[in-house]
């Protein structure tokens, strides 16, 4: 069992910027691969950006590249999602799992909301 605990949205204008934190119990955190997701209203949710387990490689969707930075602090067991930049069609919902292609829990967290909005 996993324990995701998303944190850092809010209300920003377009060109503004915002830090997401993915605060994750699990004891192998270290090792896994993490990911950003995100849902917006009446859409499926989708991959935003991904890590590997030591921060070596990462991913991103091409609407986010070039604007948003995942990171993690293994000591800390936290996935970061920096986003800079960011656009109306960037407001959603926004959520982290494990996993590097698809998300490996069915059991997401509450997520946070980011809205951007003049």
């Known amino acids: 069992q996993v324990h995701l605990v998303e944190s850092g949205g809010g209300l920003v204008q377009p060109g503004g910027s915002l830090r997401l934190s993915c605060a994750a119990s699990?004891?192998?955190?270290?090792?896994?691969?993490m990911s950003w997701y995100r849902q917006a209203p009446g859409k499926e949710r989708d991959l935003v950006a991904a890590i590997t387990s030591h921060g070596g490689s990462t991913k991103y969707a091409d609407s986010v590249k070039g604007r948003f930075t995942i990171s993690r602090d293994n000591a800390k067991n936290t996935v970061y999602l920096q986003m800079n930049s960011l656009k109306p069609e960037d407001t959603a919902v926004y959520y982290c799992?494990?996993?590097?292609?698809?998300?490996?829990?069915?059991?997401w967290g509450q997520g946070t909301q980011v809205t951007v909005s003049s």
């Open positions: 799992n494990v996993g590097w292609a698809s998300p490996r829990y069915d059991d």
């Open positions: 699990i004891f192998t955190f270290s090792s896994e691969s």
